[in-house]
């Protein structure tokens, strides 16, 4: 990259630089082309990066991509095997991540289950019988355990979320199934690529 480029968002069509740096993406994409030039839609491309001493852009993860990247890591820091352990371990491991990665783009919030947390969020609990990844929403103490708005608004509540959150997977392309007699479900693969 040359040392006086600012990185910034490019358009791109084939390597080829048609317009930028822009500060942000939305700039980038709405960018048209000059005067008596036409870009094909399917060619374009938007990145993040800086422009190199030969013209094309070197690509790199923009500040909301490594602000992403770091609140996963947070995430998924709270992941267990439903024990305290890290899932580093357990087969379901790389499914439990997945399905973690997809309910925080999604904007869930996970919850440390081992830990008891009083927070809620989306519990996942990788299993090997049967394998998967048992998926269910937690409330917050103060309804789970307190009932501050009675038993009726807490079963409610949990029943809604649980299945909102196994929507959301199926939606994203995982296989769900209920899993046993509450409303928790069950991940048992991946979303189809």
């Known amino acids: 990259m040359s040392s006086g480029q ?4 490019w358009k791109l069509a084939e390597g080829r630089v ?3 740096p822009f500060d942000d993406r939305v700039d980038a994409e709405m960018a048209p082309p000059p005067e008596g030039e036409t870009w094909e839609h399917e060619e374009i491309q938007i990145v993040f990066g800086g422009r190199r001493d030969d013209g094309t852009v070197e690509q790199r993860p923009s500040p909301a991509d490594r602000a992403f990247e770091a609140h996963l890591s947070e995430q998924l820091d709270r992941l267990s ?8 371990w357990h087969p379901q491991a790389d499914l439990a991540r997945e399905v973690a990665t997809a309910l925080v783009e999604a904007g869930f919030e996970l ?3 081992a830990a008891k947390a009083a927070t809620g969020g989306v519990c996942l ?3 090997s019988d049967p394998d ?3 998926v269910a929403w937690t409330q917050h103490d103060r309804m789970a355990v307190e009932f501050v708005h009675g038993y009726d608004a807490y079963v409610g509540v949990q029943e809604t979320m649980n299945y909102a959150v196994a929507d959301v997977l199926v939606a994203m392309g995982f296989a769900v ?3 046993g007699q509450a409303s928790a479900h069950i991940v048992t693969r991946g979303a189809a690529k």
């Open 132 to 134: 998967g990844v048992i």
């Open 81 to 88: 095997d439903g024990y305290g352990a890290r899932v580093t």
């Open 111 to 113: 919850r440390h289950c």
């Open 177 to 179: 199934e209920g899993f």
């Open 6 to 9: 600012r990185p910034g968002w």
């Open 18 to 20: 048609l317009a930028g």
């Open 125 to 127: 609990t990788p299993t």
